[in-house]
């Protein structure tokens, strides 16, 4: 059977590869929520753009501010209407080089530079006509925002343009950045695969990733999916091969959820870096497939769990300890669950203080009110796994005796000599000072003899050495520890002692075995013409009434 641990070691490796991979994300990068945010900002016509400054021109793609102008060029791109895109960018004094790459061409290098390259917040554009005059570029300039490049950073700019039929000013990209545009596309560019799908693919998009971005990384996840499949079998089979003991379960959890698992990891670890946008790297970035692949391997860990201990318990004759494997199980893969959502909803953008600070309170309270309950469930998993007693046990709790007959998850159930029955918290219970007589192999037989102080030497010794042949001849009597001896003289005569084991654990048998004993002994002590101490036997009356 191969080891819990060999499982763990491969399990948290796993963990740190995906723990490395997802906090590689750079936290200035926007999140899965913004992604959703901006997408609900760009569905906004132009036309319905809420106008806060008077002195805004009217315009007929909404250039008036920068706000609305980069707004029109996102909405223009989105919906692959280049042509109108154009509208959005300064061409005056151009180079020939770059106007020869065509118009519509270099808005659409331009649109899959800011995809790659840089995370527009609409928010954070000016709505005034003037921009943002507190920024450190000209007045007629807004900052975008940059792009980092291989020989250094580069400026996004809006600028404050004459508009061609009346000489208004309006707000376009600036030519300075149009210029660049070649530049930026050459390190910014997708793929010959990705240029040639984003061309030949409709323009539909879905949380900012466009359709051929979908159809080419799912393609990646089932390529990867069925490497990690094969890896996987081949490992399977190579553990049956050194491990013909290992469990059948271990092999499914192998070859199906750690399957699953090692295929996110391929996919996040060899992705081509050309082809993922913002958009795709904060998708990638929230992990909901990762999530969904640790909790089915967690989930099914804790099951591979269950059967390893299932198996142990009853080589260690604890079968009612697999009771508590499912509640026990259910409890861990809560915990899980809720842990992974946790980081899930982290991952996304979305902020698990305010759910934790909800749970908190609340959890306190039901904490509170459950306390009590919550320390039976564990002494319960303490008796159910220590076993100091079990179902049927015959015992002495306390001051009390009984047979055990139930352990819940709440509290034992005892049936004591009287035939009444006793419940005790489970937590009240573990912490007693527990005898269990059902798990002795045999029956200690104690008894103390007062013989009358005038009896004669001879007699005594005669009566001690016929007690013990008694005891060595008799069939139910322990070889060792056996003893008879004088003890000692008391005020009720001379005391002898005798100590044995009687085997057996069937009590009834055992009294029978004494009651034997006791009337041999009896005859043995007429028979050497002793007799029994009769104030001893008034007091050992007396002392039995005040006890």
């Not at 002590?525 to 007799?531: D, L, P």
């Amino acid at each position: 059977m191969v080891r819990t641990s060999y499982f763990l070691s491969i399990l948290f490796t796993c963990l740190v590869l995906s723990i490395v991979n997802v906090s590689a994300q750079e936290p200035s990068k926007p999140s899965l929520k913004d992604i959703i945010s901006k997408e609900k900002q760009t569905e906004v016509a132009e036309n319905e753009a809420e106008i806060v400054d008077k002195l805004v021109p009217v315009d007929e793609f909404n250039r008036g501010q920068p706000r609305s102008s980069i707004q029109g060029f996102l909405n223009a791109v989105k919906s692959q209407d280049f042509e109108r895109a154009t509208e959005y960018l300064d061409y005056r004094n151009i180079s020939d080089s770059t106007l020869a790459i065509g118009k519509e061409e270099l808005a659409r290098k331009l649109s899959i530079v800011l995809d790659r390259a840089l995370w527009v917040d609409l928010e954070s554009m000016s709505e005034h006509h003037l921009g943002d005059l507190s920024e450190p570029v000209a007045s007629y300039r807004e900052l975008l925002g940059k792009v980092d490049t291989k020989t250094g950073s580069i400026a996004i700019l809006l600028q404050r343009v004459p508009r061609e039929s009346d000489r208004v000013k309006i707000w376009k990209i600036s030519n300075a950045t149009v210029e660049k545009i070649p530049h930026l596309h050459k390190e910014y560019s997708y793929t010959q695969l990705g240029e040639w799908l984003s061309k030949n693919t409709p323009g539909v998009s879905f949380l900012g990733v466009m359709l051929w971005q979908w159809m080419y990384f799912i393609g990646l996840i089932l390529v990867c999916f069925v490497i990690a499949k094969i890896f996987t079998w081949i490992l399977s089979r190579a553990l049956k091969k050194f491990y013909p003991a290992i469990l059948q379960e271990s092999q499914k959890f192998i070859e199906n959820p750690f399957a699953l698992l090692v295929t996110v990891l391929l996919s996040r670890l060899f992705v081509a870096e050309e082809n993922a946008t913002i958009a795709v790297k904060a998708i990638a970035e929230g992990a909901t497939l990762l999530t969904i692949a640790w909790i089915w391997v967690l989930f099914n860990f804790v099951d591979l769990m269950k059967v390893k201990l299932s198996k142990r318990f009853i080589a260690q004759d604890k079968p009612l300890a697999i009771y508590l494997l499912r509640p026990a199980g259910t409890v861990i893969k809560s915990f899980i669950l809720l842990f992974a959502v946790l980081i899930w909803f982290e991952n996304l953008g979305f902020s698990a203080t305010t759910l934790l600070a909800g749970l908190g309170i609340g959890g306190l309270a039901v904490a509170l009110a459950a306390q009590k309950t919550v320390e039976n469930i564990i002494g319960a998993i303490t008796l159910y796994t220590s076993s100091p007693v079990k179902i049927g046990n015959f015992c002495r709790f306390g001051k009390q005796v009984g047979v055990v007959e139930e352990i819940g998850l709440r509290a034992t159930r005892i049936r004591t000599l009287e035939r009444t029955v006793v419940y005790v918290a489970n937590a009240q219970f573990i912490d007693m000072q527990l005898e269990n007589y059902s798990e002795r192999e045999c029956i200690v037989y104690r008894s103390k003899i007062n013989i009358n102080p005038n009896a004669k030497d001879g007699d005594v010794e005669g009566l001690i050495n016929g007690m013990r042949e008694l005891l060595i001849s008799h069939a139910k009597i322990a070889e060792s520890p056996l003893r008879v001896h004088a003890k000692k003289f008391t005020s009720y005569g001379i005391q002898l002692e005798l100590f044995c084991y009687i085997e057996t654990t069937d009590f009834d048998e055992y009294l029978e075995v004494i009651n034997e004993l006791n009337l041999s002994i009896l005859s043995l002590v007429k028979k050497h013409h002793c007799e029994l101490s009769i104030l001893a036997g008034i007091q050992s009356s007396v002392a039995d009434v005040q006890g």
